[in-house]
């Protein structure tokens, strides 16, 4: 059988485009600022496919390492655990990679790219979407990242403000994947991914009895409403192919 480079080409192209698309049929889950065992218990049974720790010690849902390493205990096999961090110390990061076996890393400070590769774990890193940057240029000086966590802007606060942003801001095609942050609730993230089709969707406040601790019922409800809207886009995906 003769080999067909051009097709071959074309074809590892394509497979490049579809797995970096912003475009996707199944948008993940990753449930926030989780700081017991019976909080990360409740996120994947009701289907999250990720949990995150905060280490951000202004946060009121930051974990020491000790709970933390409890926490992930309870996460069953092939659920990500991810950990948090706003410009944290090397040796910070270090104590805690050596105690918590996380699967991934999350930055919301102003962490450069090559600072987030040197801990060879795959990273996320998120940016607070405004008006006047380009998402695009900002993306491009993270080449390292598995994908990028947009999320809302305000002054002086790094993440968890429970606030959503204007999605229109989001360019129709990135070079990541998109995790979708910010004033996520069961309420607005299906109109969410309608509008966006992000390949995660992070949630935290938005699912919350009080800071730092998770409502079960708003986590279920949360997950449902991600599941039903996957579940109708891959319908109308089926419908379009006849
Ligand atoms: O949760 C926090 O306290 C936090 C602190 C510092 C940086 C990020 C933080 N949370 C993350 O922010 C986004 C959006 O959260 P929300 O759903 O709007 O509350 C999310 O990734 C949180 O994990």
Redesign the pocket.
């Known amino acids: 059988m003769s080999l067909d480079t051009t097709s071959l080409n074309k074809q590892t192209s394509l497979t490049r485009q579809t797995s970096l698309a912003k475009k996707v049929s199944k948008t993940r889950i990753k449930v926030?600022?989780i700081t017991s065992v019976e909080d990360a218990v409740a996120a994947v049974d009701a289907g999250a496919d990720a949990i995150?720790l905060?280490f951000?010690e202004k946060?009121?849902?930051f974990v020491s390492i000790e709970q933390a390493r409890e926490i992930a205990a309870s996460v069953p096999p092939f659920i990500s655990v991810v950990g948090?961090f706003?410009d944290a110390e090397d040796e910070f990061i270090q104590a805690v990679l050596e105690q918590v076996p996380l699967t991934l890393l999350q930055f919301?400070g102003n962490e450069p790219d090559s600072w987030c590769q040197r801990w060879n774990r795959q990273y996320i890193k998120?940016l607070r979407v405004r008006p006047e940057m380009s998402v695009k240029q900002v993306v491009a000086k993270y080449p390292g990242a598995s994908g990028v966590?947009l999320?809302?802007y305000r002054k002086g606060v790094?993440?968890?403000?429970?606030?959503s942003f204007d999605w229109t801001l989001i360019p129709d095609s990135l070079e990541k994947p998109v995790v979708l942050?910010?004033?996520?609730s069961a309420t607005n993230v299906a109109e969410a991914i309608k509008k966006v089709s992000p390949f995660a969707v992070?949630?935290?406040?938005?699912v919350e009895l009080k800071p730092g601790v998770k409502n079960h019922d708003a986590v279920r409800a949360f997950a449902r409403a991600v599941v039903r809207e996957n579940d109708q886009a891959s319908g109308q995906c089926e419908a379009g192919e006849r």
């Open positions: 926030c600022g995150g905060v951000y946060s009121p849902r948090l706003v919301h998120a966590l999320d809302a790094p993440g968890g403000t429970g606030e942050a910010g004033g996520l992070d949630v935290s406040s938005g």
